[in-house]
């Protein structure tokens, strides 16, 4: 077994404001046409001047297989793009990380999907997309459907969907494929009161068979009941690494300051 599931060394994010196109990679645009399937066409050209907003500062840590980390941190702090990172979906623009194990992601929900698809089609580009073998998906296909509850429109195009429906499947497929390594940015608050409770229940069971897991979430509750460990980041700076009991009253305090 690796001595890590995840290493990452000195990692920042640079975004330019006001810059449109620019000099993103073929990787980046592909990431967010799949984050943002609906958007249509270019954006409208600004000519203001380009401001450097760096999301990410030379964050560095390592995660040891079976792990499960919570990282937190206000909103704009760097979470989702650190996750973003980590899911291959953009690129640093400084600093490297090296993953030790296949991934699964569930970011923004359905990314990865593609609204004219079926539910079915999209199952397998999803897949596809987190690196799985079609096999795999056969083998788990029916399951992955019965727990969306999505049997009678799995046939039918997602942009037809139900919000609620939309984020089962998506659900759905992030967790129940063989992906060592899960990352989830705050998808456990979705969805109404009976998929939060499974999908809870399902977190737990990939916990339990001692898979790796980074998940983003603002509820407290969560990050103390699942989480060994929390990262802590506050406008792209890594500020603190340790325990829930530690860190999270200082997490919480910092919101009354």
């Known amino acids: 077994m690796a001595e890590y599931a995840i290493k990452a060394e000195n990692i920042s994010k640079r975004y330019q404001i006001g810059a449109v196109g620019g000099k993103s990679t073929l990787r980046d645009r592909l990431g967010e046409m799949l984050t943002h399937p609906l958007k249509r066409g270019a954006e409208a050209a600004s000519h203001a001047a380009n401001t450097d907003f760096w999301a990410l500062k030379h964050v560095t840590f390592e995660i040891a297989p079976g792990e499960v980390v919570g990282f937190i941190g206000h909103n704009g702090s760097g979470k989702s793009t650190l996750l973003r990172i980590l899911s291959r979906i953009s690129r640093p623009t400084t600093g490297r990380f090296r993953i030790y194990g ?70 759905a497929v992030a967790t129940h494929l063989d992906a060592e390594i899960l990352l989830l940015d705050e998808v456990l608050g979705v969805g109404d009161y009976g998929f939060q409770q499974k999908s809870t229940a399902k977190l737990n069971s990939i916990i339990q068979d001692g898979r790796t897991v980074v998940l983003v979430s603002h509820m407290r509750g969560q990050i103390d009941a699942m989480c060994s460990r929390v990262l802590w980041l506050h406008h792209g700076e890594l500020i603190a690494d340790g325990h829930p009991d530690d860190i999270m009253p200082r997490y919480v305090a910092s919101f009354q300051t």
């Open 102 to 171: 296949t991934v699964g992601a569930l970011l923004e929900i359905g990314t990865g999907f593609h609204p004219d698809l079926t539910g079915r089609e999209n199952v397998f580009l999803n897949a596809a997309i987190l690196g799985m073998q079609r096999k795999q998906v056969v083998a788990r296909f029916d399951e992955i459907v019965a727990f969306a509850e999505v049997e009678q429109f799995i046939d039918t195009p997602i942009k037809f969907y139900s919000s609620g429906m939309y984020v089962r499947l998506a659900f």
